[in-house]
């Protein structure tokens, strides 16, 4: 037990001073003493490298692969009174908008780069689920890893539950569009859902 112990405060004051140096003398950082604290950081560890990174990352696309829907930069200041931009404004604003804001090769470059990291790749494992069934013989982690596995599946007929109840405002909308952030899996591709077990960038 001391030697575990022991490797867990290696490994903590390496993610620590090495890993984070920047931040090694912030008093935020749990002290890593007691197995409560070790539960919680694991728990940030996996929800920030699995969930939020998937809900942030996976549901982008939907959003912004509609170009209107984002704001894009406006590289030119309003034209002052007395301008030909102004004249332009009052006459034809559309095209006068049109010429401040990002150009038509680099809004195809962004929505493009926008479509690949929204897309799950074709061998993506998902949170609750393993490649490698043999990944350990012991008893206890693998039935809290069956039990774990159930809770997402919950998780998943709830969320669809919720998308169809009627009575649940901003669940679907007008477009349709049923809420699928932090929906444990997906069936690959473009799908604005899916934890991976891990984030890949």
Sequence with gaps: MMQKESELQSWWKELR??????????????????REELIET??????IASALHAA?????????GFLPNRRTISRRFMPEKGTSDYDEL???PDKLFLRTITAQLQ?????????????HSTDEVYLGKRDTPEW???KNPLQAFEEFGKKLGDIEERIIARNHDKMLKNRVGP??????????????GITGKGIPNSVSI
């Design 42 to 47: 694991c728990t940030m560890i996996i929800w």
């Design 90 to 92: 009052e006459s034809n």
């Design 56 to 64: 942030v990352n996976f549901g982008q696309y939907p959003y912004a």
């Design 136 to 138: 350990t013989s012991d």
């Design 175 to 188: 477009v349709v569009m049923p809420y699928t952030l932090l929906f444990p899996t997906s069936e690959g």
């Design 107 to 119: 809004t195809l470059l962004g929505i493009a780069l926008i479509e690949i990291l929204s897309r």
């Design 17 to 34: 001073e090495e890993g984070h140096g920047d931040k090694k003398n912030e008093p935020w950082w749990p002290k890593m003493q007691n």
